[in-house]
């Protein structure tokens, strides 16, 4: 995502207590564009996805 994008929207509270409800060693190790995927994203980059595998809950 573009960084200016990212600035210019909000992100939805929820994704945002999503973000701050993660351990703080998993927040440290995500990069920029993960941080933005969360907040921002409807399809997140497999990295992430590999971070946050044992925390996600299948639909």
Do not use: C, G, H
């Given at each position: ?18 973000l ?7 927040k ?32």
């Amino acid at each position: 995502m573009d960084k200016e994008l990212s600035q210019k929207k909000k992100p939805d509270p929820e994704r945002v207590e999503i973000l701050k409800a993660l351990p703080r060693e998993l927040k440290e190790s995500l990069t920029i564009e993960e941080t933005n995927a969360i907040l921002f994203e409807d399809v997140w980059p497999d990295s992430l996805q590999e971070k946050l595998k044992k925390y996600m809950v299948e639909e």
